[in-house]
């Protein structure tokens, strides 16, 4: 690595490489690799100019990787493109696109010269040799079936990473008939007929060694078809080399903006992740997500320690539902859950309705934390009661079916209920009283700090959990759900999550007074309920006066 100087910024909880000029671009090969925030990104699921990822993507596998960046900006130095200027894209970088790309569109439909009909005929009388169409004119449909199959097939036939050199293990076997995932049966049996029998006969099963036989067969075919002459290839050349200049100058910086550091999510600007906004539950989320599919990216996104919502989207005309996740970071949670509906504005500016799916739960306030114990223990109470009252109208009720004797039953029931009612708001008052009784004796200072230690007992257990689990949210975690290779943590503070969910009508300095109005208004409840039952007890205990006659001496 060199000696440039970096900079850095305190972002999401780690420094961050900060990207301010184009030396700093430059010069980024050497950046240790350890510090850029993402290392690979799947081109499908973001927000950003497609053909540009598409030229960035040298190897054709759907993902940019970290030697694929460094090599879009060598190619930039190789063009002597002046790295500041994707700091400021002009208007003018914009038209001379245009200008390009109508250009090579002309092109393709201009008539073909006589070097190129030449060049044409001589590639098709290539395309007929016995090396190239070894099928006949089947080659073509097998080459298409072994395209088809051809990057999980590989899957099943790479080596672990942790494979010793030397290994007993059994070379894999991949069965070609039955025993194949359902979602690719199909396609494995269109292969086998097409491919492996024309290549290796007929057989059940394929080795690692016949696989990559089958490669070689189409290898003089795929060669031949990928050299297919291109109609003014000179000129087309150089357009080509145009646009990706061009492209490069006008995208570039973004991705390095969501690659290399998250310099774009973290200013409050939009990621290339992100997908839109969700209005539900008088919220507003910003941190949307593409999901492709539900049920795995659910089992990852668990570890981000954040609420995230899946929710389905459906709008008239735009064909087959989609799925998003939207990840909630402030504000309360209760009314979030699943078949609750919404409403997803895109980043073109189109509404979806949305629909709660599933719910991955995670603490999200301090607040709801500091309350949740008492609303259990409230749940709990009106639960208890419920059953109790329950079970014995449903004594009394079967009671008053027993026959001849159901009257008479049905009222010892009722009197039984009533009289166990009694007894449980008897003993409810006994306990009422006993507290009292202890409290009785307290100063009013007392009380106030034994109230405020029951609280806190009760709720700070709750607090200091969710506490740390808030510090330990990730957004990482959601991106490698969804296929990116994120190198490092995305923490945010809560200030952030404010941002990320923004709430109608709910600030910090409210959700503090209104728990401190609540545990003021609890202490002051007990203590005029102390003073009233101590003043009760003092009246019952007082002796009658005595009367006249009786204060007299004895004679």
């Known amino acids: 690595m060199g000696n440039y100087a970096f900079k850095w910024t305190q972002t999401g909880g780690i420094a961050q490489v900060r990207l301010e000029n184009g030396q700093d671009i430059a010069h980024l090969a050497e950046l240790d690799r350890k510090h850029w925030l993402v290392i690979s990104m799947p081109v499908g699921s973001v927000r950003c100019d497609r053909r540009m990822l598409e030229l960035m993507d040298t190897d054709g596998d759907g993902r940019i990787r970290t030697c694929e960046v460094l090599s879009a900006i060598e190619f930039l130095k190789e063009q002597n493109v002046d790295f500041d200027e994707l700091f400021k894209p002009s208007e003018e970088d914009r038209r001379q696109l245009d200008e390009v790309l109508s250009r090579m569109a002309d092109l393709t439909k201009a008539e073909l010269s006589t070097a190129d009909h030449e060049a044409l005929a001589a590639w098709e009388e290539r395309g007929k040799s016995d090396e190239v169409a070894f099928l006949g004119e089947a080659t073509a449909a097998a080459e298409a079936a072994l395209a088809a199959v051809e990057s999980i097939i590989d899957g099943f036939f790479e080596p672990p990473d942790d494979m010793p050199l030397v290994s007993d293990e059994p070379d894999p076997k991949l069965p070609l008939y039955g025993r194949i995932n359902p979602k690719h049966l199909e396609a494995i049996e269109a292969f086998a007929e097409k491919c492996v029998v024309p290549v290796l006969g007929r057989t059940s099963e394929l080795d690692r060694r016949g696989w990559n036989q089958i490669k070689a067969a189409f290898g003089p075919y795929r060669a031949w078809r990928s050299s297919k002459p291109v109609a003014n290839a000179r000129i087309m050349g150089e357009l080509a080399v145009q646009e990706r200049v ?26 290339i992740f992100q997908t839109g906004i969700l209005r539900i539950d008088a919220k507003e989320l910003k941190l949307c997500f593409h999901v492709d599919s539900e049920a795995a990216h659910s089992a990852l996104a668990g570890r981000s320690n954040c609420r995230v919502l899946y929710l389905k989207l459906t709008r008239p005309g735009e064909g087959a539902a989609r799925t998003i996740a939207a990840v909630v970071t402030a504000g309360s949670t209760e009314g979030l859950y699943v078949g609750r509906n919404g409403v997803f504005y895109d980043r073109d500016g189109k509404d979806w309705e949305a629909v709660v799916v599933k719910v991955v739960e995670n603490p999200v306030s301090l607040r709801e934390a500091f309350f949740a114990p008492w609303k259990k223990l409230g749940e709990c109470i009106a639960s208890t009661a419920r059953k109790f009252l329950g079970e014995k109208q449903s004594a009394t009720q079967k009671n008053l079916e027993n026959g001849a004797k159901s009257a008479e039953a049905g009222e010892a029931a009722m009197a039984s209920s009533v009289a166990a009612i009694g007894i449980g708001i008897a003993m409810a008052g006994a306990a009422l009283a006993s507290v009292m009784a202890a409290v009785t004796a307290m100063s009013a200072l007392e009380l106030a700090v034994s109230v405020m230690a029951v609280v806190l007992v009760v709720s700070l257990p709750s607090v200091a959990l969710t506490y740390l689990k808030l510090r330990r949210r990730d957004l990482g975690a959601i991106l490698n759900a969804g296929g990116w290779a994120v190198n490092r943590p995305m923490r945010f503070s809560v200030k952030r999550a404010r941002e990320f969910t923004r709430c109608a009508g709910q600030r910090r300095v409210k959700i503090l007074l209104a728990a401190l109005i609540i545990v003021v208004a609890l202490a002051v409840g007990v203590y005029i309920c102390m003073k009233i039952y101590a003043s009760g007890q003092a009246a019952g205990a007082q002796p009658p006066a005595a009367s006249a006659e009786e204060s007299k001496p004895a004679a």
Do not use: D, T
Request: net charge neutral; charged share 30%; proline share 0%.
């Open 246 to 271: 061009l492209r490069y100058k006008l995208g570039l910086l973004e991705l390095l903006e969501n690659y290399v550091n998250m310099r774009r999510l973290y200013a409050g600007e939009e990621a």
